[in-house]
């Protein structure tokens, strides 16, 4: 992108011969950078104005120069106007080339280098600035720019400059139509593509942005959690197969926690610690935010860790809980729904749900405290979460029924 442009006349003294005139040229500057062109004219140095850089006097030979070299500039403030309308950089070597009827030189800079790019250098970063699962969604979303290039043009990769509005939103249609995407996955894959073109904005590669005027909003989504007496009736189930007995108990664990599959599959028992309240609490860091939690443990909680005190992986490996695949952990679930007449598509994420609602806000927990045991950045995140139950809703309103009364 250009910030700065100058242009002079001068002339200059030829190196091997003493002449009585000399070429004059033309100096072109942009960004600090510069480079000569011969006027193919030559003049007397003695009546030249080096500060108007024309020649001097009123003779037809001055006058003919001086109408040329403005001819000149008038060229070359077009040429620059034409590079920025096109969105080409405007450099002095590209109105230099454009002057002299030569095609401008650019590096080619190409979208799914660059990207390839960009997840090289996130991988070598997994465990310090980014988590393995927040590789493997830009990893996809490579493979999804990749494909909409053979699908929609039939080539293996493109220039950024090719790049436009038109581009973004055929993107969104292939997600939608040919991968299925709804409108929130969707979205965050046009996200991750976002984040690469602005890695070219800033670098200066790309000049004009393709998400103008494209909105990103994400659809609200309901988020779904077990009331009271869907979270009894798990809890007062036996089963004969010992692995449902162990879903369900971390499951159960994460209700009354908040913490995500990935967090207590990596929680260990040295996390357990004594609070500022004498109690129990467990020292959590987020995997997906990096953010540390510190979580007081509820007395089911801390019944669930003490049935597997003597574990061998808890006691030999320090691990927190026996946690399956998470793979494993959610078709058992859906075999524990079934047995204890629950409807809804129960997933280990669910429990997080339940912790933020059915748990502590509908408990009367603030919801402030709620954000800081969940590890969330703000409070945005949390209210996402935070859906008030009726029996939350009906409490208020009898208070202020009571008023009335």
């Known amino acids: 992108m250009e910030k700065s442009f100058g242009l002079i006349f001068f002339i200059k003294k030829p190196k091997t011969a003493t ?14 950078s510069y480079c000569d062109v011969s006027t193919k004219m030559k003049w007397d140095p003695t009546k030249w104005n080096a500060q108007a850089g024309r020649a ?126 709804s409108h929130n996955p969707a979205i965050k894959y046009i996200a991750n593509f976002r984040k690469i073109v602005n890695r070219c904005l800033r670098n200066g590669w790309l000049q004009k942005d393709p998400f103008v005027g ?24 036996t089963f004969k197969a010992e692995r449902l007995r162990l879903v369900r108990d971390i499951f159960l664990f994460s209700c009354y926690t908040g913490l995500a599959y ?13 609070g500022v309240d004498g109690e129990q609490w467990l020292l959590s860091k987020r995997q997906k935010t990096d953010i540390s939690a510190r979580i007081p443990l509820l007395p089911p909680a801390l019944k669930i860790l003490e049935q597997y005190n003597g574990h061998p992986q808890c006691q030999h490996q320090d691990r927190l809980l026996p946690v399956l695949s998470n793979q494993k952990t959610n078709a058992y679930l859906k075999e524990i729904a079934d047995q204890a007449g629950i409807t809804k598509n129960l997933t280990f994420h669910i429990a997080r749900h339940t912790f933020a609602t059915t748990v502590t806000l509908s408990n009367g927990v603030p919801i402030e405290t709620v954000s800081k045991m969940l590890g969330h950045r703000n409070l945005r995140t949390t209210q996402q979460y935070a859906k008030i139950l009726d029996r939350k809703v009906s409490e208020d309103m009898m208070k202020l029924k009571g008023k009335f009364k």
């Open 19 to 32: 002449v009585s005139q000399y070429f004059v040229y033309m100096r072109i500057t942009t960004n600090a």
């Open 56 to 181: 001097e006097g009123r003779t037809e030979a001055a006058k003919t120069l001086n109408s040329y070299l403005d001819v000149l500039q008038r060229k070359v403030y077009d040429i620059r106007k034409r590079l920025a309308d096109r969105d080409d950089p405007v450099t002095a070597e590209n109105i230099k080339a454009l002057l002299q009827g030569d095609e401008i030189k650019r590096k080619k800079y190409m979208l799914l280098e660059i990207f390839q790019q960009h997840n090289d250098q996130m991988t070598a970063l997994v465990g310090q600035e980014f988590s393995r699962k927040t590789l493997e969604r830009y990893q996809t979303a490579f493979r999804h720019i990749r494909a909409f290039l053979q699908w929609k043009y039939k080539i293996d990769d493109i220039d950024i400059t090719e790049l436009n509005y038109e581009f973004v939103t055929e993107y969104e249609f292939w997600l939608k139509s040919v991968r299925k995407c």
């Open 262 to 274: 990935v967090d207590v599959a990596k929680s260990k028992r040295s996390e357990v610690f004594i």
């Open 214 to 237: 494209f909105k990103m909003t994400k659809k609200e989504v309901e988020r779904t959690a077990l009331t009271e007496f869907e979270l009894e009736a798990i809890s007062a189930l």
